[in-house]
Antibody
Framework: QVQLVESGGGLVEPGGSLRLSCAAS????????MSWVRQAPGKGLEWLSY????????TYADSVKGRFTISRDNAKNSLYLQMDSLRAEDTAVYYC?????????WGQGTLVTVSS | DIQMTQSPSSLSASVGDRVTITCRAS??????LNWFQQKPGKAPKLLMY???SLQSGVPSRFSGSGSGTDFTLTISTLQPEDFGTYYC?????????FGRGTKVEIK
């Protein structure tokens, strides 16, 4: 069955960096776009970024453009989110999701806390 | 950016009730509209895609309709397990914006 498992979250100081990973299994990873979505504590969902099947196309929300970088390794069935220059407002649960024109499978999320 | 406005922001209904949630886009999005259900502490779950297509495994009491700017999610007969927060999302343009959510409580 389709599984997405995020890892790499944790506590980081403002201005710091973190790299999230998403391990995919149960489907042909390189057949799908992949996305990152986050949810701040007690808030709604915010779409962040997605990447095409062969990494040739990436796009970002304005809130993270220039600070976050999405990437994938199809040989390892893995999706990544490199997060730099982190701010307190980046504190959230980060989800990876399999994407077509809709996100049909989601991981369980990983919590990122940006605080000194 | 395309703004998605959901209403109501919350509702309380009894088991067996018919529940309708609406989502309005700030511009036409054709039928590029998806609905998600999220329970506390859990990841969102896709219910409907392309406005009216039921995701595999989702009970048939859920239905979606609309095109252009106005969309609805209907739960025909509310069940106890349908509590949670429901989000619409457009995938017509970038960024792929979500509505602010509708919290459904069971009376």
């Amino acid at each position: 069955q389709v599984q997405l498992v995020e890892s790499g979250g944790g506590l980081v100081e403002p201005g710091g960096s973190l790299r999230l990973s998403c391990a995919a299994s149960g489907f042909t990873f390189n057949d799908y776009y992949m996305s990152w979505v986050r949810q701040a504590p007690g808030k709604g969902l915010e779409w962040l970024s997605y990447i095409s099947k062969n990494s040739g196309y990436t796009t970002y929300a304005d809130s993270v453009k220039g600070r976050f970088t999405i990437s994938r390794d199809n040989a390892k069935n893995s999706l990544y989110l490199q997060m730099d220059s982190l701010r307190a407002e980046d504190t959230a649960v980060y989800y990876c999701a399999r994407d077509h024109d809709y996100a049909d499978y989601w991981g369980q999320g990983t919590l990122v806390t940006v605080s000194s | 950016d395309i703004q998605m406005t959901q209403s109501p922001s919350s509702l309380s209904a009894s088991v067996g009730d018919r529940v309708t949630i609406t989502c309005r886009a700030s511009q036409s999005i054709s039928t590029y509209l998806n609905w998600f259900q999220q329970k506390p502490g859990k990841a969102p779950k896709l219910l409907m895609y392309a406005a009216s297509s039921l995701q595999s495994g989702v009970p048939s009491r859920f239905s979606g309709s609309g095109s252009g700017t106005d969309f609805t999610l209907t739960i025909s007969t509310l069940q106890p397990e349908d509590f949670g927060t429901y989000y619409c999302q457009q995938t017509y343009g970038l960024p792929r914006t979500f509505g602010r959510g509708t919290k459904v409580e069971i009376k």
